[in-house]
């Protein structure tokens, strides 16, 4: 029994999300639904972050180990970025990047209560 949770904890370890589609009807959903997953280690201060805390470039999204909540959404739609949501995108989504960098980094608001700003928000976007 010990050594099998030893095993798993070390397979575990390290292990990076996986890059998959998020069920959901617009890209809001499916950036809620990914936040809420439990499949993203967050990060401060940083889109995303290698596995010892070093900031990554949007072209190593692959190497990631922990993200931000800004990181997630382009993990979640990963073609539309090349360095940063675009905030044009966020403002289609009712959010606003200044209050959601201060979620995430300032204030240190879990992913499920930034979730839970983002699903408030009015507006949806394709």
Known sequence: MFLSRIFNWINDWGRKPTLRRYEGSTLKERWINALRSGDFEQTHNSLFVDKKGMPLG?????????FCCLGVLAAVDKPHYMVYPEEKVLEEMGVA??????????????????????????????
């Not at 949007?58 to 922990?66: L, T």
């Not at 959601?100 to 930034?114: A, K, P, W």
């Open 58 to 66: 949007v072209d190593e999204i692959n190497k990631a180990n922990a």
């Open 97 to 126: 990047s200044d209050v959601l960098i201060n979620m995430n980094d300032g204030l240190r608001y879990d992913f499920d209560q930034i979730a839970n700003y983002i699903e408030r928000s009015s507006n949806d976007c394709e």
